[in-house]
C-alpha cells in the first residue's frame, strides 16, 4: 500500500510540475502589451461619434455588399461567385469580405466597423510581438515593438478609420511572422500556413505584393545556392499559394482595371516616366520623418546605428520597405500618400526597441535614466495626439506642448483622411441634419441629393453612409468627377434638374478643383441654385467650422 501511495504521490507531483510549467509559458506580457492596445483603440471609439468621411465611408459600403453576399452564401453558384470577385475591381477582397462576414452576423453598423479595425490591430500587435520575439528571443523588447509600432502617428490615426491601409499593416506583418516562423522551424505545414498568411497579405491591398516580391525572390535564389531542396520547394508552394490567390481577384476584374488605368492621368501631371518616378519618390521619402513623429523618426535612425550589427536578422522586411517605395514611386495613377507606405513601419519599430532596450540595460544611470524618460514622451505623445483636449483635457500644458510640435510639422497630407482625435457627441457637421431635413419634406420616396461640397465631413460618400444608416431614401450624388489633379466640374442646365435637392457650403469646400474651367462650372452651378428661381432655400444650419449648409429644394 504504502509503494502505491508513493506513485500516486510522485504522479500527482509529476503533474503540478508540468502544470505550473504550462502556466509558466504563458506570456503575460505579450497579452497585456497586445490587448491594452486594443483597449486604447476601444476607449478612442467609445468617445468619436464622427462618420467615416471619403474612402472610408465607401469602403463600408463596400463590406455592406459582402455582408449581403454572406447572408445569402451560395459559393457554388456561378453568379453569386462572379459577384463576390467583381464587387470592386479597385480593391481585392480580403478586407471588405472579412468587414462584411463581420457585418452579416453583428448587422450595418458602426459597431461592426469597429470590431474589424479591433480584430486587425490585436492580429498586428500579436504579429509583431512573435515577431520581434522569434528573431531577438526578447519578451521586453517584443513588447516595446508592439508599443513604438502603434504609438507612430500614421499608425494610430489610420487604426481610427475603414480604410483598408491600417489591415494591410496589420495582415502584412502577419505573413512576414509566418514567413519568419516558417523559415526557423521548416515543415510541410509550416509552410501552408505561411502560404495562407501571405494570401492574406497580398489580397489586403492593391499595392501589398511589391512589399514582398523581391525579398521573396532574393530568399527562394538563396535557398536555391545553399541546396536546401525541401525549404526551396516549400518557399516555391507558399509563393504559388500567394500568387494564386491574387490572380484569383485580378482575371475577372483584369479589363476594368485596364480601362481605369488608363483613365487616369499621371501623378503630377508629369508624362515623363523619369519625372513621374522621382516626383513620387521624393514625396514618399518628405513623408516618412511624419508618419513616425521627428522625434521616433530620430530615434529609430540613432537606434540603427546602435544596432546595427543586428539589422541583418530584419533583411526580409527592410529590403522589402526599401525596393517597394522605388517600386510604388514608378506608378504614374497614383498619388505619393504616406498611407501607401504604412508597412515600413514594422522594421522602425524593432529597431528603435531594441536600441531602447539596450541603452536602459547598460550600466550606466544616466543612460537608463534617458532611456525611461525616452518612452515615457513617446507615451506622452500618444495620449496627446489621439485624447487630447477631449476626451483627456490635463496636464494641458504639457498636452499643449505636445500636440502643437507635432501638428505644426506634420505635413499636409497626412492630415485629411488621417483622423487623429475624436469627435465629441452631436451632430456637429451636420451629416443628420441633411438626411432628416429632407425627409420631414419628402417621405417614402426615392430623392436625389447633390452634394457641392467635398470636405472631410461633407461629402457625397459621408452622406451616403449617413443615409444607409438611417434607412433612407435620400440618395446623395455629385457634379463632382475625381481626378489625381483634382476634382473635375462640367456644367448642364439638364443635369441640375435632375436633382431634388442640393446641399451648398460656405467657407471651405473641400478638395480642390482639377482646372480654371471647373471652377467657373462649379460657380455657375452654385448661382443657377441660388438664382434662377428654380430652387428655393429650404433649410440652413452652422456646423463645427463656423460656415453654414444650406439645403435647396427644387420648385
Known amino acids: 500500500m504504502k509503494t502505491v501511495q508513493a506513485n500516486i504521490d510522485s504522479n500527482i507531483s509529476i503533474n503540478n510540475e508540468k502544470l505550473v510549467s504550462r502556466k509558466s509559458k504563458i506570456d503575460w506580457l505579450m497579452i497585456c502589451v497586445s490587448f491594452g492596445f486594443v483597449a486604447a483603440l476601444a476607449v478612442w471609439f467609445h468617445f468619436d461619434y464622427r462618420l467615416p468621411y471619403w474612402d472610408a465611408a465607401s469602403h463600408i459600403q463596400d463590406a455592406a455588399k459582402y455582408s449581403e453576399l454572406f447572408r445569402h452564401f451560395h459559393p457554388f453558384n456561378q453568379h453569386w461567385m462572379h459577384m463576390f470577385l467583381t464587387e470592386n475591381f479597385n480593391y481585392p477582397i480580403t478586407v471588405h469580405a472579412i468587414t462584411g462576414f463581420i457585418m452579416s452576423l453583428l448587422g450595418f453598423s458602426q459597431f461592426s466597423v469597429d470590431l474589424s479595425l479591433l480584430l486587425f490591430a490585436l492580429v498586428l500587435n500579436l504579429s509583431v510581438y512573435g515577431l520581434t520575439k522569434i528573431l531577438f528571443k526578447d519578451t521586453k523588447v517584443a513588447a516595446l515593438a508592439v508599443a513604438f509600432i502603434n504609438m507612430y502617428p500614421c499608425t494610430s490615426s489610420l487604426s481610427h478609420v475603414p480604410m483598408l491601409d491600417f489591415a494591410h499593416l496589420s495582415l502584412h506583418c502577419l505573413a512576414v511572422f509566418v514567413l519568419y516562423y516558417w523559415y526557423v522551424k521548416p ?38 545556392i545553399q541546396r536546401k531542396k525541401m525549404q526551396f520547394l516549400q518557399l516555391t508552394v507558399i509563393g504559388l499559394m500567394g500568387i494564386s490567390s491574387l490572380l484569383i481577384w485580378v482575371l475577372p476584374n483584369l479589363e476594368a482595371i485596364k480601362q481605369f488605368s488608363v483613365s487616369v492621368p499621371s501623378a503630377g501631371g508629369n508624362t515623363n516616366q523619369i519625372e513621374v518616378f522621382f516626383h513620387n519618390l521624393t514625396g514618399f521619402f518628405s513623408q516618412i ?182 434607412k433612407s431614401f435620400v440618395r446623395p450624388s455629385t457634379f463632382r468627377l475625381w481626378c489625381l489633379k483634382g476634382d473635375e466640374i462640367k456644367y448642364s442646365e439638364k443635369e441640375i434638374s435632375y436633382f431634388h435637392w442640393f446641399l451648398l457650403k460656405s467657407g471651405d469646400q473641400g478638395l480642390k478643383l482639377k482646372d480654371k474651367n471647373s471652377e467657373i462650372n462649379y460657380k455657375k452651378i452654385e448661382d443657377y441654385v441660388k438664382d434662377s428661381g428654380k430652387f428655393y432655400l429650404y433649410a440652413d444650419r452652422l456646423v463645427s467650422d463656423g460656415s453654414k449648409l444650406s439645403l435647396y429644394r427644387l420648385k
Open 187 to 224: 515543415s510541410w505545414t509550416n509552410a501552408i500556413f505561411a502560404g495562407m498568411a501571405l494570401s492574406l497579405a497580398l489580397t489586403s491591398k492593391q499595392i501589398a505584393a511589391f512589399f514582398f516580391v523581391i525579398p521573396c525572390l532574393v530568399l527562394w535564389s538563396a535557398l536555391l
Open 289 to 470: 520623418p511624419y508618419m513616425m513623429s521627428p522625434v521616433l523618426f530620430f530615434a529609430f535612425l540613432l537606434g540603427s546605428c546602435i544596432v546595427a550589427s543586428k539589422l541583418s536578422k530584419l533583411a526580409f522586411p527592410l529590403i522589402g520597405s526599401c525596393l517597394a517605395i522605388c517600386l510604388l514611386s514608378g506608378i504614374a495613377c497614383q498619388n505619393p500618400e504616406s498611407r501607401y507606405l504604412i508597412v515600413i513601419l514594422l522594421s522602425p519599430a524593432i529597431i528603435t526597441a531594441l536600441s531602447v532596450i539596450k541603452i536602459y540595460r547598460s550600466n550606466i544611470i544616466g543612460m537608463k535614466v534617458i532611456a525611461v524618460l525616452f518612452v515615457t514622451y513617446v507615451s506622452a505623445q500618444f495620449i496627446a495626439l489621439n485624447y487630447f483636449p477631449y476626451p483627456i483635457k490635463e496636464p494641458k500644458a504639457v498636452l499643449s506642448f505636445i500636440n502643437n510640435f507635432i501638428g505644426e510639422s506634420k505635413p499636409g497630407n497626412l492630415n485629411g483622411l488621417l483622423a487623429m482625435k475624436p469627435t465629441p457627441a452631436g451632430d456637429l457637421w451636420g451629416q443628420e441634419w441633411v438626411i432628416k431635413s429632407i425627409e420631414q419634406l419628402d417621405k417614402g420616396n426615392a430623392i436625389w441629393l447633390n452634394v457641392m461640397p467635398s470636405t472631410a465631413e461633407l461629402n457625397v460618400h459621408t452622406l451616403e453612409l449617413a443615409a444607409l444608416y438611417e
